[in-house]
């Protein structure tokens, strides 16, 4: 099987570094998508700053800090 995720190439959006990975969709294709692996700038909630985790153990924990 090929690997979940690839570290190249990794290209640059406003304010994040993106990388490719490989998920499987709701009908059970396999795509690839790009992921945001790191944030260079201020990231928005609600017309607020929040600059969210970049990993975390749970999805609960990921989101812990949401406005």
Do not use: C, H
Request: glycine residues 4%; aromatic residues 14%; without cysteine.
């Amino acid at each position: 099987m090929k690997p979940l995720f690839d570290n190249e190439p990794i290209i640059q959006t406003n304010g994040a570094f993106l990388k490719p990975a490989r998920v499987i969709d709701s009908t059970g294709k396999e795509i690839w998508i790009w992921y945001v692996s790191e944030f260079t700038e201020d990231s928005f909630q609600n017309g607020e700053i929040f600059n969210p985790k970049e990993f975390a153990n749970s999805k609960d924990e990921l989101l812990q800090d949401l406005i």
